[in-house]
Nanobody, 121 residues
């Protein structure tokens, strides 16, 4: 299983970015997909997650500014980030909790390589 993330970059405060993450491989079922971030000197934290049924959960710090959405047919998750702030600067990691055809009853967490988001003031 691979998670391929894209869409990071440099943006001014108040601007927008859209992150994408596509899961590929021998996937049986995806339970959740989401985004975490890790700023320098800080622990990795949840940003947003979407379940297969469509329910979502957001960190308080991004509510009203970020929107997570998914395309089940493409096993892809998107994170639309608006009104970005310098404190949103971090490496963003895609996460998926899923099971494979090899172990359909055992779901595991998979991580993509991070994509850097830098918000300048």
């Amino acid at each position: 299983v691979q998670l391929q993330a894209s869409g990071g970059g440099l943006v001014q405060a108040g601007g927008s970015l859209r992150l994408s993450c596509a899961a590929s491989g021998s996937i049986f079922r995806i339970n959740t997909m989401g985004w975490y971030r890790q700023a320098p000197g800080k622990q990795r934290e949840l940003v947003a997650v979407i379940a297969s049924g469509g329910s979502t959960n957001y960190a308080d710090s991004v509510k009203g500014r970020f929107t997570i959405s998914g395309d089940n047919g493409k096993s892809t998750v998107y994170l639309q980030m608006n009104s970005l702030k310098p404190e949103d600067t971090a490496v963003y990691y895609c996460n998926a909790n899923l099971s494979t055809w090899g172990t359909p009853l055992n779901a595991m967490d998979y991580w993509g390589e991070g994509t850097l988001v830098t918000v300048s003031s």
